[in-house]
């Protein structure tokens, strides 16, 4: 969203002011403080978002001046849509750009729902608004972004979330008696221990709904067979009633056979012979009228002939009465004529004796003012006017240039003492100053080649400690373990129990056989042998294994030693070469990377201040070589002067020397020249005028003389002679009677013989009618091949019985089909009806009649006893409350139920939007870390890195050595770069689903070193290509940080208005 226009009427001490046509890019309002940035700030948070929701801490800003507290904005989407915000006194108006008033909800949908709390707290950033990470976690705000991000509302889903909790709390709660729950839990509890009281008291009562059961079970049996007998005697009356209509059909189709033959006559046939028949007759009389009129015509064309003499001279008749207008205004033209060129002759004689007394109409005619003396007099006007023209402009000029002079001396007066400079400065030219970057570029990689070397010496030599402590661990294990014993030791030892046994095997040798003594001995030796074997083994395995491992740190420590020596050989190489550099370009030494930046600082300082000395020097040459082109210019001017004079002087002899030429007076001027021609042309105009109206007399009195002879003739052709010739008006009108009442003589002819055509056309279209009508009567007996009308009538009278049979048989099928209900039922019937005898079917009918009344009276009886049960019961209940109570507790338990499934629905759908809300935030903030981690690395030369934590609740930045700083460790400048990236990363990531909205920035910059306003403008500059950004300041040195930022990194093409404030008062600043 673009805003395009602002216009505030009064909102604090702004009052009718305004801003037009703003861009898309960066917009700077420079003003100090108390001068009305921040109330228009807050002017442009309400116009778009309202006022504060917390009525507390809001600031109306009512108007100081005359204003009315309100005003408006036209902004303009990304999809090119246009709205005007309109707010006057807290009333809002939003339109489109065709005036058609838009809802509020269309246009915040638009903006993505997001709110004044959310926009102020991610995309109006000041000082105070940079208050840490609280805005990664803050609760309010999360739930906001999330409303926002998923198109559900500007506060849909906070304020659902308190609806939600605020429900729950209402329907139940662990303690408490005021839950809806709680309350109804605690009144079935109360019931249903009235119940349990009245329950030894109801013992009548379940015996009688025992009995109830019973009867109910009866008479449930006995409607049962009533029901089945209904059915029996219900299929008797059908048989009965299918009886009639089965013979009816039986007797239809027996007629429907013998009138078959009859059943192709043709459909409505004896109408349409009755219809042929009258047509015929009505033909025939029709035919015998058009002979007759036939007849009367042609009498009637014998009466109008006569007209054919005047109808040959049609159209000189025609013409000549056409002519009866034309010639009374030629008559009254002509005397008009008379009077008129009288009076013309004697004003032209009045105008050619103000010409002078020699003139006259033959003089007059003589003059002639031709192009070519037009041509000369405009050429002499337009001479003389542009040498006066080329005069003044020449002495206007030489002032000019005279004045211009002057002002560039004083220009190169000034520019000389702003040069003047005491100290040498660091290079002397662009080609010095190039090289001497290359070498600063040098430095820079030389000295992080350097940090480098030394975090891996670092590493390495903690890496060389962790070894030594390894290898002297692995050492002492290795000399814990002892040396196997020899060979010959360990056999001794397997073999002393054999000699044990062998000295006191004579003092056991009652008791125990020798030979058992001698196994027994010979078994302990092996095992004696074979474990002192085994332990052999382990030991030799485990002090090889131990050897192995200490060959190994061995190795890898002199490896690591090897690592640390290359590396010192190279860092003081890289030290040699920084001294180098440092002495052949600069004449220092650089011991750190900060004396490197504090040098890069002042280097920056000595660029700006040779790059203004170098545009100084050039504006110097320039004026120099302006003010020698002004000096020149001014010599040029006096010659050019001079020689106009001399050209004005010989122009006004030529002038005089043509007047006389052409025996024009003299003292005429070229600018007079054309009153004089003027008054010639007007009397030529008459002159003119005059032989026209002449001329035309004359034709009109040639016209009246034609006109009369032709009349005369005409009416002498109608018999028609004026006495003495005489012509008048009246002759016309006779003329006219004549040639009229010929005209429709012949008009009238011509109608009776189109009326005699037609009527032998219409005669002979009766004859081809009458012949098709005789061709259908043939057709129509030829259809059922009969000869004559009397068997043509006797086919009819069959086929109309042969129909009534058909119908019989139809509507005796259709009603035993209404019996029987069903096709297949009605085969039943008809079977049944074959089988079963009639007196057979009363007789059943009849006792079936009587066990359906026996039935009935039973089932009363049992209806009256079920009466008395239900009437006992209802005392019981109506004597005792447990059916109140019973009913109560149906209620109660009803109600419990929709409680409870209320509550179940709300408490899945807090947690399934607490759900969906984490998973929104999960995947949004690592997007946000990501930008904001591009964003500071820009502004701090990629000195740091962003990283999250595991659970994206806190961060920390790292440093090119991988060491870690949290944020209590940071500056307080890094701390407001670092929350400036985590907003920005916010506001990149909401425009990329959402409509980018403008973002407002107060005095950000204040806190950071040079080089990072720098880097941090450069970042706003490319951030305000998809936002609009408007920057307030109180500082003015803004103004250059922003104009080098985009001469530094090639930003010219970025739009950066700027305004300046004052007291209220918004002004452009033209820089």
Known sequence: MKIRSIYCDGFGIINQQGMDNLLKGLIVIIGNNESGKTTLMEFLRTSLFGFSSHKQQRKEYLPVGNGTHGGRLIVVMKDGREFYIGWNRSKWTIKDKHENTIDSSIFKNSLGNIDRQTYERIFAIGLKDLQGLDILSEENIKSRLFSAGTGLGATSFPVLLKKIDRELDNLLTKKGRIPIINQTLQNLNEINYKIKSLREQTSQYVENQKKLEIIEATIKGNRQEEQSIRERLLLINNLEQTRNFWIRFKKAEQNEEKFRFAQFFPDQGLKKLEKIKSDIEGLELKKRNVNQAIENIKIEIEKSLGFEKIIQHQNEIELCIGEKEKYLSFLEEHARLKKQNLLLKNDLVQKLSSLGLEWNRDKLKKTIITPETQKTVELYKKSFLKINEKIQYLQNELNTKTELKKNFFHHINLINKRIFRPTIPLFINSDDLQIKKQALKKLHSLFRELDKNQFLMTQLKIKDKEHKNHYEEILGKSQEISKPFSLWLKVAISFLPLMLIYFISPSINQQIPKEWLLLLSLSGSIMIFITFYNYHNKQHYLRKRLLSNLNKYEDEIDQIHEEIIRLHKQSRQINRQIDEVSQKYFSKKFFSYNELESFEIQFEKELEDFLKRQELKKEQDSLILKQQETQQMINDLWQ????????????????????????????IQPDDFQAFQQLIENAQ????????????????????????????SLLQLCEDLPTKNEVDISSFDRLHSYYAEAIERKRKYLLLREQIEQKKLEEKIIEEQLLSKRKEISDLYNLIKVNDEVNFLLFAAAHEKWLAAQKEMIETKESLLLIAEKPEKLNSLIKELQKTDVLQLHEEKRSLEQELNNLIQKIGQDEQEKGAIIERMTYLENNQTQGELLFEERLHREKLNNYLKRWTTLVLARHFLKQTQNIYEQSRQPRVIQEAQHFIQQITNHRYHLFSSVDNQTIYLEEQNHRRKKEKEWSSGLADQVYLSIRFGLALDFGQKNEPLPILLDDILVNYDPSRQVNTTKIILQFSEENQIFLFSCHPETVNIIQKAKSLFNLESIPVTFYHIKDGIITPDLI
């Open 640 to 667: 050019s002067l001079a020689e106009a004079e001399k050209e004005k002087k010989q122009m006004r002899e030529n002038w005089l020397a043509w007047l006389f030429d052409n025996g024009f007076p003299t003292v």
């Open 685 to 712: 105009k008459q002159e003119l005028h005059l032989l026209s109206e002449e001329e035309r007399e004359i034709q009109n009195s040639n016209y009246l003389e034609k006109a009369r002879s032709s009349l005369l």
